[in-house]
């Protein structure tokens, strides 16, 4: 599809923009899904090129991120398959089922996650005061609910992905005994393998408008070294204000879409 000048700065500008949120919370389908839309893309070509456009940028971010991401090799190779597998069942449903299938649920699943995201603090609190009375020790990196939500998160990562990174932040910040910077570290590494293996299995079966692909790669790119610099200087207490700010956007787009 050919562009004007004035639609690839838009796309261009978009990919930076969810670039940057993407690496500081997730959610940045939610700025380049509707610019694609907007100059005219069918939705199925426009959520394809969208996914393969913000590869650049979570890989970009996820390097960012790298300091906060030591000593964390057996989490991202037991998490990353976990998204692997994830993102591509996600991607398969997307060219399977109607959207209105996550329609329904994904904005409850969005709340739900906000919710844990504000209580993390207080819930890890209560669960550690909680093994301590009974004698039991915390799963290692979260135990098979982790495994299980990271799991179906992945799932909808790969279908659609916006508001992603929220969910993996909730799951991650109640289940595992870290600090935030450095889960949301590992999160911008799922993002990579998700969008990854989702792009990979659209390149062979799915339309896609390299252009616009190439723009947001671009934009994506520039974005999550913003976002890195940004992101990694927030304090916990305005990252969790910052992730449900983001969230509290993405249900009241999705619900009034």
Do not use: C
């Amino acid at each position: 599809m050919a562009l004007s000048i004035w639609e690839a700065l838009a796309i261009l500008a978009a990919g930076i923009g969810a670039g940057t949120i993407n690496t500081i919370v997730g959610s940045g389908t939610l700025i380049t899904f509707p610019v694609l839309l907007a100059t005219g893309l069918p939705p199925i070509t426009a959520n394809v090129s969208n996914t393969l456009g913000l590869v650049p940028g979570s890989i970009s971010g996820a390097i960012g991120y790298r300091r906060e991401l030591r000593g964390q090799k057996g989490r991202i190779l037991r998490f990353g398959l976990t998204a692997l597998v994830g993102g591509l069942a996600g991607a398969i449903l997307l060219l399977a089922l109607p959207s209105a299938a996550f329609d329904a649920i994904v904005p409850a699943l969005i709340a739900l996650a906000l919710v844990l995201v504000v209580l993390q603090p207080r819930l890890a609190r209560a669960l550690a005061r909680r093994r301590e009375r009974n004698g039991t020790e915390a799963p290692t990196d979260g135990g098979v609910a982790l495994l299980a939500g990271l799991l179906l998160s992945s799932v909808y990562g790969g279908y659609f992905g916006a508001a992603q990174g929220v969910l993996y932040l909730s799951l991650m910040g109640v289940l595992l005994h870290d600090e935030l910077q450095r889960v949301n570290a590992l999160k911008n590494v799922l993002a990579v393998i998700v969008n990854g293996v989702a792009a990979l299995f659209f390149v062979f079966v799915a339309d896609v408008d390299w252009l616009a692909v190439l723009l947001i790669a671009a934009g994506s790119a520039v974005g999550g070294q913003i976002g890195a610099k940004v992101g990694r200087r927030l304090p916990p207490t305005a990252l969790r204000a910052v992730i449900v700010a983001v969230g509290v956007v993405a249900i009241a787009q999705m619900l009034l879409k």
